[in-house]
T-cell receptor, first 109, second 115 residues
Framework: GQNIDQPTEMTATEGAIVQINCTYQTSGFNGLFWYQQHAGEAPTFLSYNVLDGLEEKGRFSSFLSRSKGYSYLLLKELQMKDSASYLCAGGLNFNKFYFGSGTKLNVKP | DVKVTQSSRYLVKRTGEKVFLECVQDMDHENMFWYRQDPGLGLRLIYFSYDVKMKEKGDIPEGYSVSREKKERFSLILESASTNQTSMYLC??????????????FGPGTRLTVL
């Protein structure tokens, strides 16, 4: 199947670093995507990994290990505006995505 | 900027009504998608379309149909709305390039309540 697991909720402090994990159980995924979704808004694209390793994009980095079915999103220098849900999605056949249920991140002062 | 628009932000319908949700994108994308988003279940794919008049079932197509008569427009149809179809509906679009991933761009969503 395409089970994608993420923690339901996390809390972190402004200025800190937080890592949001995503595990998946499928051999069919050939890409792993991360989206951010603020409450009441549409998801917006953050990053994706096709190959193993770390992809860095400013304060956000994403890591993928295909052999372990594991990815994480790393957020540095947390800001209050980073409070949102973070969705992990596995890509299938270069077009379809399967989304996890999302991790709600609460950033506290 | 890519723009994906949906016809309504909020919609209230009665059980048994036929419901149309419209989605329009302005970036000439080949792929268009309909998802529903429910607490604890994440986004689940209902249908997607990779070309005009082409469609493919997603994970939860039961009770839904779609129409894509023009490249920029993708409609989701609830033939006879039921209370378990109360949800947030999100439309998305993406470009198609062979063997290359392209990010999906989402519309603002339609929160549908079926009474």
């Amino acid at each position: 199947g395409q089970n994608i697991d993420q923690p339901t909720e996390m809390t972190a402090t402004e200025g800190a670093i937080v890592q949001i994990n995503c595990t998946y159980q499928t051999s069919g995924f050939n890409g792993l995507f991360w989206y951010q979704q603020h409450a009441g808004e549409a998801p917006t694209f953050l990053s994706y990994n096709v190959l193993d390793g770390l992809e860095e994009k400013g304060r956000f980095s994403s890591f993928l290990s295909r052999s372990k079915g594991y990815s994480y999103l790393l957020l540095k220098e947390l800001q209050m505006k980073d409070s949102a849900s973070y969705l992990c999605a596995g890509g299938l056949n270069f077009n379809k995505f399967y989304f996890g249920s999302g991790t709600k991140l609460n950033v506290k002062p | 900027d890519v723009k994906v628009t949906q016809s309504s932000r909020y919609l209230v319908k009665r059980t048994g009504e036929k419901v149309f949700l419209e989605c329009v994108q302005d970036m000439d994308h080949e792929n268009m998608f309909w998802y529903r988003q429910d607490p604890g279940l994440g986004l689940r794919l209902i249908y997607f379309s990779y070309d005009v008049k082409m469609k493919e079932k997603g994970d939860i197509p039961e009770g839904y149909s779609v129409s894509r008569e023009k490249k920029e427009r993708f409609s989701l149809i609830l033939e006879s709305a039921s209370t378990n179809q109360t949800s947030m509906y999100l439309c998305a679009s993406s470009q198609y390039r062979d063997r290359v991933y392209n990010e999906q761009f989402f519309g603002p969503g339609t929160r549908l309540t079926v009474l």
